[in-house]
C-alpha cells in the first residue's frame, strides 16, 4: 500500500546586512545569501516535509511548527523533517522515496547534491538512492528570476509499515 503527497515552499532571500547562511537539503552553501525565516529557511526540506505530512493527510510543516513559536526559531530543517518522519512512522508509514526540484536563479547545486541528498536519506531513515533533488531555473521570470528568492516542489511515497512504530529512525 502506497500514499504520494506533494510539497511545495518559497523563501525570500534575507534583507540586507541580515547575515544568514544559505542552507538547502541540509547543507550549507558558503558565501551564498541565505533565505529569510523562521527556521534556518530550507526550501528543499521544507517542501520535503510538506510532501511526507500530505501523503498521510497531517497538514502542513506550519501546523506542526508554526513561526510563531519560539521554539522552532532558527531550527534546523534538517530536524524538523527528523520529527515529521517520527509523525509517519507513528501512523504506521515509512517514507519510500522523495524528489525534490529547487527553483532558483542560483546557486548552482551540482557540487552538493550528494551532500543534500545524504542528509535527507538519513533523515527519513532512507539511503540517497531514494532522494532525488535537481534544479531548475526560472529564466528571469518573476521574482524567482530576479533572484529575489527560492522556492522549492517536492514528492513524497509513503509505504506501510507494519506493525506501526513509535517514532524513531
Do not use: Q
Not at 88 to 97: C, E, I, L, P
Amino acid at each position: 500500500m502506497y500514499r504520494v503527497g506533494i510539497g511545495y515552499d518559497i523563501h525570500p532571500l534575507a534583507g540586507d546586512g541580515e547575515e544568514r547562511p544559505l542552507v538547502l537539503g541540509g547543507a550549507i552553501f558558503p558565501g551564498e545569501r541565505g533565505l529569510a525565516g523562521h527556521s534556518d529557511a530550507d526550501v528543499i526540506v521544507h517542501a520535503v516535509c510538506d510532501a511526507l505530512l500530505g501523503a498521510l493527510a497531517l497538514g502542513d510543516l506550519g501546523r506542526h511548527f508554526p513561526d510563531t513559536s519560539p521554539a522552532w526559531k532558527g531550527v534546523s530543517s534538517i530536524r524538523l523533517l527528523e520529527r515529521v518522519v517520527d509523525l509517519v512512522m507513528k501512523k504506521g508509514w515509512r517514507a519510500a522515496n522523495v524528489d525534490a526540484t529547487l527553483i532558483a536563479e542560483r546557486p548552482k547545486i551540482a557540487p552538493m547534491v550528494d551532500e543534500m541528498r545524504t542528509a535527507i536519506a538519513k533523515a527519513i531513515g532512507s539511503n540517497a538512492g531514494a532522494v532525488s533533488i535537481k534544479a531548475t531555473r526560472p529564466e528571469g521570470i518573476g521574482v524567482l528570476g530576479a533572484s529575489g528568492g527560492m522556492a522549492c516542489l517536492a514528492i513524497a511515497t509513503v509505504t506501510r509499515s507494519y506493525p506501526p512504530s513509535s517514532g524513531g529512525r
